[in-house]
């Protein structure tokens, strides 16, 4: 459901207010360009992924029936536009992820945990686009299976999946990484 300030900006914004899509915007541009950076791997495609997520949104806002959150169905237009740029592009290294790394140890050295974060960055842009969404979603921003479900437009069942074999794939490539004997492997813990 819409809270009702956002649904007056939405409704205002159908009739051709620009300013108050500008205030939807706002609200949303760090949360819509965090997400895209996190599946683009890099700033300058992260950019040109949200511009044209928000360019979408705007266009389609007469499609918008609030049946889902506002917030879900902006986020799912960004994915598909960070998705359809990651299929357009040549395969390449992807630039770090600021921020999206898990805690390290904190009696490594500067150089250790930024070495760690690194590999942690290159492990998660080398999976396959499908499953770094899901991990990106769930782990690194902490939405429900739900929510994810609700934007990448798929089974929850599917979404369980896709995050299984993300993070299976996650510890492979960072094994040498886990301290000795922890092979637990709980809900949310990864590599």
């Known amino acids: 459901m819409v809270p009702d300030d956002e649904m007056i900006l939405i409704d205002r914004s159908r009739t051709g207010d620009t300013h108050a899509f500008d205030l939807l915007v706002a609200a949303y ?56 740029i990651v299929r357009r592009r040549r395969p390449r290294a992807a630039d770090p992820l600021e921020g999206t790394a898990p805690a390290v140890d904190p009696l490594a050295d500067g150089a250790e945990r930024v070495e760690i974060r690194e590999r942690i960055h290159r492990a998660i842009a080398a999976l396959p686009v499908d499953q770094r969404m899901v991990v990106i979603l769930r782990d690194i921003q902490g939405w429900t299976y739900e929510e994810i479900a609700g934007v990448i437009q798929a089974p929850i069942g599917t979404v369980r999946s896709r995050l299984a074999r993300a993070r299976e794939a996650l510890r492979a490539a960072l094994a040498d990484l886990a301290p000795a004997g922890s092979g637990s492997r709980h809900e949310g813990s990864w590599p």
């Open 29 to 84: 541009q760090d949360r819509v360009y965090h997400l895209v950076y996190r599946i683009t791997g890099n700033p300058s495609d992260a950019q040109d992924a949200a511009q044209e997520a928000f360019v979408k949104a705007y266009r389609s806002l007469g499609t918008f029936r609030s049946q889902s959150s506002f917030s879900t169905w902006l986020h799912r237009i960004a994915v598909n536009a960070a998705v359809d």
